[in-house]
C-alpha cells in the first residue's frame, strides 16, 4: 500500500493584519520627519551663542546672541549681505499638558508659541509673530485630534488661511492621507495627498499636491547610529527638478548630519558635547554654481 506523505508545514506562517488594530500614523505635517532630520538640519551663517537658565523644573529662562551677514532682496543675480546682530530673549514654561515660548528681539519682533492638550485626544497648537512692519505679522492656529488609528487637523490663520489634513493607517506599515486649503487673502486652493510606509529599518514617503509639487523621500537605517537619507523634489509648473542625498551619523559625543544636492551645493552640521550642559556647533553651506559660501560657528550653554 502507498504511503501518503503530507506536504510540509511552512516555517515561518503568514501573519495575519488585524485591521481593527492599527497603529496610530505620525502627524500629517511630520510625514517626512525622519528625512528632515538628516537633510535639513538648522544650517546658520556667522556666530550664535545660546543660553538656557532654568529656574525649576518648568520653568527657565534663555538668551540668544547672534552675529552674522543677513540677505536682503536685490534685482541682480548676486546675492547682497548686510551685517546685522540680534540679541533675544526668551520664556520658557514647559509642563506635560502646557507649553508656552515667548521670545523678543531687539529688532522689534515678537514671537509666541503655545501647546496645550485640551483632552486624551485633543490638542491645540498656535503660533504668532508681531512686527513693526506692515503686513509681516502672522498667526496660525492647529487644532489635531489623535484617534485610535488616524490622526486628524484643522488649522486657521491670518489672510483667510484655512486647512485641514486627515491620515489613516491601512496596515501595520503603510499609512495615507490627505490635505485641502483655501488662502482666502490670495484666492488660492488646493489638495495634497502623501503615503507613508515605514519599517525598523527604513521610512519610505511620496506626496503630490494640487500646486504643482511632487516629494519623494527615503531613509535607510544602517543601524541605530547611521541613517541614510535622500528625496527628490519635482515642480511640474515650474519644471524645477532638486534631487538630494544626506547622512546622519550619532557618535559618543557629537552627531554629523550633512548633503549634497543635484544643484551642487554642499553642507554639513556638527554638534559636539564638550561637557555636561555645553555644546559645540559647526554649520557650513558651499555653493560653487552661486559663488555663495556660508559658514557659522555657535555655542549652548544650560539644558
Known amino acids: 500500500m502507498e504511503t501518503v506523505v503530507p506536504p510540509p508545514k511552512s516555517s515561518s506562517p503568514v501573519e495575519k ?13 511630520e510625514i517626512q520627519r525622519e528625512g528632515l532630520m538628516a537633510l535639513k538640519p538648522q544650517y546658520f551663517e556667522g556666530m550664535r551663542v545660546d543660553f538656557t537658565k532654568g529656574i525649576n523644573q518648568k520653568f527657565s529662562l534663555s538668551h540668544s546672541m547672534t552675529m552674522g551677514p543677513t540677505e536682503v532682496p536685490s534685482q541682480s543675480a548676486e546675492t547682497i549681505k548686510v551685517p546685522t546682530s540680534n540679541y533675544e530673549f526668551g520664556a520658557n514654561f514647559i509642563d506635560p499638558k502646557l507649553m508656552l515660548i515667548g ?3 531687539t529688532d522689534g519682533r515678537v514671537h509666541a508659541n503655545v501647546r496645550c492638550e485640551l483632552s486624551e485626544n485633543l490638542s491645540m497648537k498656535a503660533n504668532a509673530q508681531l512686527t513693526s512692519e506692515p503686513h509681516m505679522s502672522h498667526g496660525m492656529a492647529n487644532f489635531d485630534y489623535k484617534g485610535t488609528d488616524y490622526r486628524a487637523q484643522f488649522q486657521v490663520g491670518n489672510g483667510g488661511l484655512l486647512a485641514a489634513n486627515y491620515i489613516q493607517s491601512v496596515t501595520l506599515n503603510l499609512a495615507l492621507g490627505g490635505e485641502v486649503f483655501w488662502a482666502g487673502q490670495h484666492r488660492k486652493s488646493g ?9 525598523d529599518k527604513m521610512v519610505a514617503t511620496g506626496q503630490v499636491a494640487s500646486t504643482g509639487m511632487v516629494a519623494l523621500g527615503y531613509v535607510q537605517k544602517v543601524s541605530e547610529k547611521v541613517s541614510l537619507a535622500s528625496d527628490f ?10 534631487a538630494s542625498f544626506g547622512y546622519d551619523y550619532i557618535l559618543r559625543q557629537c552627531r554629523l548630519r550633512g548633503k549634497i ?9 556638527l554638534e559636539e558635547s564638550l561637557s555636561l550642559g555645553l555644546r559645540f556647533i559647526l554649520s557650513a ?7 555663495d559660501y556660508r559658514f557659522g560657528f555657535g555655542l549652548t550653554i544650560g539644558e
Open 17 to 29: 493584519i488585524d485591521y481593527m488594530n492599527l497603529p496610530c500614523p505620525i502627524p500629517y505635517e
Open 103 to 105: 521670545r523678543v528681539l
Open 191 to 199: 489638495l495634497g495627498y502623501a503615503c507613508r510606509y515605514a519599517t
Open 233 to 242: 523634489m519635482y515642480n511640474y509648473m515650474s519644471r524645477d527638478v532638486t
Open 261 to 269: 544636492d543635484s544643484n551642487g551645493c554642499t553642507s554639513a552640521f
Open 285 to 291: 553651506e558651499i555653493d560653487h554654481k552661486k559663488k
